[in-house]
């Protein structure tokens, strides 16, 4: 190789080209996985109270001090810890999101996504790619769900991991959505009934139906008695592809589509048509993939989801196609800028 072409080799190895943000993205799977082990180690709660050696560090969560100097070392240069003295870290605004105390706290998502059966269904995308089988199934011999259902010491982290986070993303779609003067809302596909005890603890005076299956539905109970809004619900166990309860103002299908295909999403949706009155609502909350090239968390997600199961988030245009098959019509969309919008519909305008 040529002096010259060193000296280019170099300059765009140090600038903003293409060769430069590559190696920036081929990083990424290292940095994901040194976050996975300060996030297990629990790194970020260690130094809520202020800064530390990196030996203080070391002895309180047993690990060997260089090599932990040396991965946070890494990570403060990601903006994740900062190095205010040497060999001494304190949090940054990025850290703190890995505390276990924190409200958006990410410390069990990453922890749980640094485990290897996760890890390899990751790295088997590929025969997802080819065959349009989940990777994960074809790696664990199984399906997600049913692998942990099969491992007790998994099941409480994998609960903390998915729920904490979908639990904010969904509460922050709905924060977008005024739902002022709504008198009866109806959660279908209710899960663990975190959304609406948060919904009527906001609205007081709102009544709100639950609706989701026996395996949900008294873990929803729980949560909806320790908010204490359990009086102002009915409890209805069912499942929304058979029927839905007639009387709600409001029907919020929260995070339900991403686990429907075309045919059960239309199933639900022609259900609560069929039961709602002419000035009702339905709320979808999910994520609504925007065209093209525009950047957006969900279009990660989605790909994510394609590996771990046969679930799938839309465009805004599916779900026009899936609401006017159950005779809905997008009125419009909410918070397009989030991880997760509200897609309005109501009754098609009989002929």
């Not at 790295?123 to 080819?130: A, E, P, S």
């Not at 609960?159 to 002022?180: F, W």
């Amino acid at each position: 190789m040529s002096r010259g072409t060193d000296v280019s080799y170099m300059k765009e190895l140090h600038s903003e080209s293409p060769l430069s943000t590559m190696i920036e993205l081929h990083s990424g799977v290292r940095v994901t996985y040194m976050l996975q082990a300060v996030a297990e180690l629990g790194i970020a709660d260690q130094l809520a109270d202020g800064p530390l050696g990196v030996d203080e560090l070391a002895e309180r969560t047993d690990s060997h001090a260089d090599s932990l100097y040396r991965v946070l070392r890494a990570l403060a240069g990601k903006g994740v810890f900062t190095e205010v003295s040497r060999r001494v870290f304190a949090l940054t605004s990025l850290a703190e999101v890995l505390r276990s105390d924190h409200p958006n706290s990410l410390r069990d998502a990453f922890h749980m996504h640094g485990q290897s059966f996760m890890h390899d269904a990751y790295v088997g995308i590929g025969h997802t790619i080819r065959t349009g089988e989940p990777a994960f199934e074809h790696v664990n011999g199984m399906g997600l769900f049913e692998y942990v259902g099969r491992r007790p010491e998994l099941q409480e982290l994998f609960g903390k991991s998915m729920g904490k986070a979908n639990r904010q993303i969904q509460l922050a779609a709905v924060e977008t959505y005024d739902l002022t003067g709504v008198k009866t809302l109806v959660a279908v596909g209710g899960a663990q009934g975190h959304v609406l005890a948060e919904i009527l603890t906001r609205y007081p005076g709102m009544r709100g139906v639950y609706v989701d299956g026996p395996r949900m539905a008294p873990a929803a109970e729980g949560v909806l008695r320790a908010a204490g809004v359990l009086d102002a619900v009915e409890m209805v166990v069912g499942d929304p592809r058979e029927s839905v309860p007639a009387g709600g103002d409001v029907y919020l299908v929260s995070h339900v589509f991403q686990q429907l295909d075309d045919t059960d999403a239309v199933k639900v949706l022609t259900n609560i048509r069929q039961v709602m009155a002419d000035d009702s609502r339905v709320l979808v909350v999910n994520a609504v993939i925007p065209e093209g090239d525009v950047p957006h968390p969900t279009k990660i997600l989605d790909s994510t989801m394609l590996v771990l199961g046969r679930n799938r988030d839309r465009t805004e245009a599916e779900f026009d196609g899936v609401l006017r098959s159950a005779g809905l019509r997008l009125v419009e969309t909410v918070g397009r800028a989030l991880p997760s919008s509200v897609v309005v519909a109501e009754r098609e305008a009989r002929q």
